[in-house]
């Protein structure tokens, strides 16, 4: 509770006497590029080896002759939408940018470049933390999108290729009983994840004290606390959204 | 000029600073030295705003620092420098882009302004020819020399050290020394440094404070300290057999 309570007015801190907007826009591209762009090549090799994994499960599951191929598409489109895409991803962006974000600012934490911000009158909470927050919540639902799409064409490539379901009827399949509200409903789940990795990660990261070994655990910590949290937030979603 | 006014602070219930009051003069290179543990660092971080102190005042030029709304505190922060004991410089940031980091965030300077004025202060320090290395790539003595432009390089009045020749090799320590104090003449700026090395405390040391187990021992001068009656303080400047042997050849 006392750590909940702390994150609570860190997340306070950020908003509360920052800098002005100007001063964070340079700051905001870089770290859509660390965050963003960076990421794309393990979001893109997931995404699309669990796409085509998940077609193949699917298929060897469905063995009733009653169940026609398409219905294979249909779950993996349904799949990566609602779970795989926002949720699946978000466990590896925890594990890639939330240590990479707690491992920086923990030690600019215990290097005194959080004190020399502070000593020139700069709100160092706000500076280091609030553009990241921003650039999550921009880059991380365009991953989330891209790693949708890859995730059905690796099950379109895995499916046809393995001949468990032909072209046809793959793309027939993910074009059946499509729910629109299942794409805003990844893309909210996008936005909620990103905030509190990218959030939970900073906090962890600007309240490390000690050395190299602190920063090491503030990483392990930002990245645990992560994804308890993208799984809490995720069954809260799924209660109230769903 | 900084005058604090009986700075007490706590961590965890142990008593660190007992009440400590001291004035440091404009102009002039403040020291505050003791023993490791002392509370020395807290005391400087407490003067600058990084740990508020649990009772007590700071006042620059009579601004309460405590007592100032976050505007106020923030005018008055925006007029100090600091060097860190580990030089704290920005690691994505060249030698260039850190001294004209305070520029960028706290003025409205136009570039060409700021890139004089970032030259003026790396020539001050002899470090023009390093503008666009990175942290990483150059010395300890030439961090700290970074570290110094960028404490200057806002005309700042308030220049604070944390032991700033520490991890440095004896001439290197020599010329840190020697170029805050020249520094804090040329700029007539109010300089506060803590530190345990006797050689910059006989070089530099104008004001003395001497701090023992959070409480202050004994203020001064470099000149009068091998005269002065503290037993506490004897012990600790003459620890070593070269200040021992100074003392034998002053008698």
Known sequence: MRSLGRYILFMGKLFTNREPFRVYLKLFFDECILIGVDSLVIVVLVSVFIGAVMCLQTAFNLVSPLIPDYVISLVVRDMTLIEVAPTFTAIVFAGKVGSNIAGTIGTMKITEQVDALEVMGINSASYLVLPKILAGLIMYPALVIIAGFLAIYGGYVAGTLAGV????EYIYGIR???MDFNVFFALIKALVFSFLIVSISAYKGYFTEGGALEVGISSTKAVTNSCIAVLLADF???QFLI | MIEIKNIEKSFDGKQILKGISAKFEQGKTNMIIGASG?????LLKSIVGLIPPDVGHVFYHDRDFYNATRNQQKEIR???GMLFQGSALFDS????QNVMFPLNMLTKMPLGEKKDRVEFCLKRVGLENASKKMPSEISGGMKKRVGIARAIVQNSQYLFCD???SGLDPNTAIVIDNLIHEITKEYNLTTVIVSHDMNSMMEIGEYILFLHQGTKVWEGSN???FDAESPILQQFIFSNKLMRGFRQINQ
């Open chain 1, 165 to 168: 379901i032909t072209a046809q």
């Open chain 2, 163 to 165: 032991e700033p020749n």
């Open chain 2, 223 to 225: 000149e009068s300290v």
């Open chain 1, 236 to 238: 809260i979603l799924a």
């Open chain 2, 93 to 96: 940031m060249s030698v260039e």
């Open chain 2, 38 to 42: 002392t509370g020395k660092s807290v």
């Open chain 1, 176 to 178: 059946s009983d499509f």
């Open chain 2, 78 to 80: 925006r007029e100090i």
